[in-house]
C-alpha cells in the first residue's frame, strides 16, 4: 500500500504543474473543510457558512483587509461630522443615535426583485423576533425603530450611542418576497423553514457577485455569476466550493488537481501548510495570515466537575501550551492567554496568567475533593472518576493531533479525558447551538477588530430554550460584573477609558476561565500560480467578500 501511495503522489505532482494558459481558468474549484449547517445568513455561526453568503450577498457595512469599516451595501458610510449619524435622546431619556443609510440604487435580488427598505423592515421584525433563533438577536432589539424615507433610504434608531455607532455589519438581509410567508406561517419554527435551506438554490435569496446553483449537502456547492448584479463583474464563470473534512484528503485534492485553491479560512492547518510548502512550494502560492483568530476549549460550566474553577485551572495548567505551538505549528502560533489577540489594539497583559505546572494542577486537584487514584484516573470520595468528553471538528488533523496532546497531558495529572468527535455540521449546529455538549468543545472564534463579544460572554446570550437557542455563550457563563461591563464598553466614546474597561473585562475572563484558551491562529491560504486578486483580511470577514477581484493571469 506505501509503495502504491507514493507511486501515486508522484503522479498527482505531476499533474500539478499544468501550466495556466492550459487550464480552464473560466472555472474555480476551492477545498474547504465544512459544510454548512444551514444557509441562512443569521443562524448558525458557522465560517464555512460566511465564506459561501459572502460570494451571493453583501453586508451593508463591514471591514476591509485593511481592517477599516466601509460601506459595501450602503452607499455612504454614516457620520455625525457628515449628518448621516444624529445622537438623540430615546423615549426613555437615556443617549441613543438615529443613523441613516442608502442602499446601492442598483441592487436586486438574483431573481430580478429590488433590494429595498421593505428588505430591511422585514429583516428587523425577524431578528427582534424572541423565538426566531437568529444568532445576534441583540443588534435588532437595540434598534427601537425604523423610518423609512423611501424604496432605498431609512433611519434606524438605535437606544444607545455605541462607539460602533456606524457598523451595521452583521445586520444581514432578508428577501421580504420569498422569506416573509415562512416566517409569518410559524415564527417559532422558521428556522427549519426557511427558504435558505428548503429552496437553497432559488436566485432570489442572493443578492451578490454570485448565485448558489447547485448543492449537494456533505459534498459540494456550486456558484454562478448573478445577472443581477450591480457591481464589478466576476471573471469566473462557475466557482465550486467542495467540501473535503479530511485536512490530510484535502492536500491529495489539491496535488491531483481536483481543486484549485484552499480556503485559507477553513483549509489545510497551519503545520500542513508549512510541510506541503517545503514540498510543493514552486507550483502553488502560499500565504500565510496572522488574525483575529482565537482556538480554544469551551467548558460546559454547569456541569459539576466543570463548575468548580479549581478543575477549570487544575485543566489549564495542566497542559504545555507552548511545546504544542513550537512542535505542531514551528512557533507560529502563539499561545492565547485571553480570547483578545495581542494584534488588537485592547489587548491587555495585565491579567491572571496559567503557565505549565502538573505540580500546581495536581494540588488544585487535590483540594477540590480529586484525591484518590484508580486505574490512573482521578476519583472523588463518593468514588466518582473525573471523567470528561471532548468534541472538536472531526477530520481536522491539526484539531485531532492537539486533542490528543491534551488527552496524554491531562491523563499524567489523573484526567480521564475522551476524545467524541463529530462532523462540523453536527457540532455547531446541534452540540454547541443546543448546549447538547456535556463537557468540552474545542473550536475557533473569529472576530473582527475590538468585537464586543457580548453574545460570547454576556448572561442573556446563553442558547437555551427561553430564546430559542440563539446565542453564542456555550459554556453558560454569568458573571454580573462581566454583564455590566460589555453593556458600558459599548457606550464609552472615550478609546481611554474603553481601554480601562477592556482590561478588566479580560482580568475577569482569564480569573473565571470559562474556556481553555489556546492559541491564535494563523491561517494559510494555497492558492494556484495564475490566480490573483485574493487578499486576506486576517479577521471574521472573508477574503470571499471580494470575490469580484479574483482573476486569472497566465
Not at 504543474?17 to 443562524?43: C, K, N, W, Y
Not at 428588505?119 to 437568529?134: A, C, K, L, N, Y
Not at 495581542?342 to 497583559?349: A, E, G, K, N
Not at 494542577?361 to 475533593?369: H, T
Amino acid at each position: 500500500m506505501r509503495i502504491r501511495l507514493a507511486a501515486m503522489a508522484m503522479a498527482i505532482s505531476a499533474l500539478a504543474t499544468t501550466p495556466a494558459d492550459a487550464r480552464d481558468t473560466d472555472e474555480l474549484v476551492i477545498g474547504m473543510t465544512q459544510f454548512p449547517s444551514t444557509f441562512h445568513p443569521s443562524i448558525d455561526a458557522m465560517m464555512a457558512k460566511s465564506y459561501v453568503l459572502a460570494m451571493t450577498r453583501r453586508p451593508f457595512t463591514t471591514y476591509d483587509p485593511d481592517w477599516k469599516l466601509i460601506c459595501m451595501l450602503c452607499t455612504e458610510l454614516p457620520s455625525i461630522e457628515n449628518g448621516l449619524a444624529v445622537p438623540e435622546k430615546t423615549p426613555d431619556g437615556k443617549q441613543g443615535i438615529a443613523v441613516t443609510y442608502t442602499i446601492q440604487p442598483e441592487a436586486t435580488w438574483g431573481d430580478g426583485v429590488p433590494v429595498t427598505t421593505r428588505d430591511v423592515q422585514f429583516t428587523w421584525e425577524v431578528g427582534r423576533h424572541p423565538r426566531s433563533g437568529i444568532e445576534n438577536m441583540e443588534l435588532y432589539r437595540t434598534i427601537q425603530k425604523i423610518d423609512v424615507r423611501d424604496d432605498k433610504t431609512f433611519t434606524m434608531h438605535f437606544d444607545k450611542l455605541t462607539f460602533d455607532y456606524a457598523g451595521i455589519n452583521d445586520f444581514l438581509l432578508l428577501p421580504a418576497h420569498i422569506e416573509e410567508t415562512p416566517f409569518h406561517a410559524d415564527p417559532e419554527n422558521y428556522r427549519n423553514r426557511t427558504a435558505f435551506d428548503t429552496d437553497t438554490t432559488n436566485d432570489g435569496l442572493y443578492f451578490g457577485p454570485y448565485v448558489v446553483a447547485e448543492v449537494v449537502p456533505g459534498s459540494h456547492i456550486v456558484l454562478e455569476p448573478n445577472p443581477g448584479w450591480w457591481g464589478k463583474t466576476p471573471e469566473f464563470k462557475r466557482i465550486i466550493v467542495r467540501v473535503i473534512e479530511n485536512t490530510a484528503a484535502m492536500e491529495a485534492n489539491l496535488l491531483s488537481g481536483a481543486i484549485d485553491m484552499v480556503a485559507g479560512e477553513l483549509g489545510l492547518s497551519l503545520d500542513q501548510a508549512i510541510a506541503f510548502e517545503k514540498r510543493h512550494g514552486r507550483q502553488f502560492q502560499v500565504i500565510y495570515k496572522p488574525g483575529l483568530i482565537y482556538e480554544h476549549v469551551d467548558m460546559r460550566l454547569d456541569n459539576p466537575i466543570l463548575a468548580d474553577i479549581r478543575v477549570r485551572k487544575a485543566l489549564v495548567h495542566a497542559i504545555d501550551r507552548e511545546s504544542i505551538n513550537r512542535q505542531l505549528f514551528d512557533g507560529k502560533q502563539p499561545v492565547a492567554l485571553s480570547f483578545v489577540n495581542p494584534l488588537d489594539w485592547v489587548h491587555s497583559t495585565d491579567i491572571p496568567t496559567y503557565a505549565y505546572d502538573p505540580k500546581a494542577a495536581i494540588r488544585l486537584l487535590n483540594d477540590a475533593g480529586w484525591r484518590k487514584t484508580l486505574g490512573g484516573v482521578r476519583h472523588d470520595d463518593a468514588g466518582n472518576p473525573l471523567t470528561l468528553d471532548i468534541i472538536t471538528t472531526a477530520g481536522n488533523r491539526s484539531r485531532e493531533l492537539i486533542e490528543q496532546a491534551l488527552q496524554s497531558q491531562w491523563k499524567s495529572v489523573g484526567i480521564d479525558v475522551r476524545i467524541r468527535n463529530q462532523p462540523a455540521r453536527v457540532m455547531f449546529s446541534e452540540s454547541l447551538s443546543q448546549r447538547k455538549f456535556q463537557g468540552l468543545a474545542m473550536y475557533a472564534w473569529i472576530s473582527s477588530p475590538e468585537n464586543v463579544p457580548r453574545t460570547t460572554q454576556h448572561s442573556a446570550f446563553v442558547p437555551g430554550e427561553n430564546n430559542n437557542f440563539a446565542g453564542q455563550n456555550y459554556p453558560g457563563y454569568a458573571i454580573p460584573e462581566v454583564d455590566d461591563l460589555l453593556e458600558r464598553i459599548e457606550v464609552e466614546l472615550d478609546r481611554e477609558k474603553r481601554r480601562g474597561m477592556w482590561q478588566r473585562l479580560q482580568h475577569l475572563y482569564a480569573e473565571n476561565l470559562p474556556v481553555i484558551p489556546l492559541y491564535f491562529r494563523s491561517d494559510a491560504f494555497v492558492l494556484p500560480l495564475w490566480l490573483r486578486g485574493v487578499e486576506p483580511t486576517g479577521h471574521q470577514y472573508p477574503t470571499s467578500l471580494w470575490v469580484e477581484n479574483w482573476h486569472a493571469e497566465p
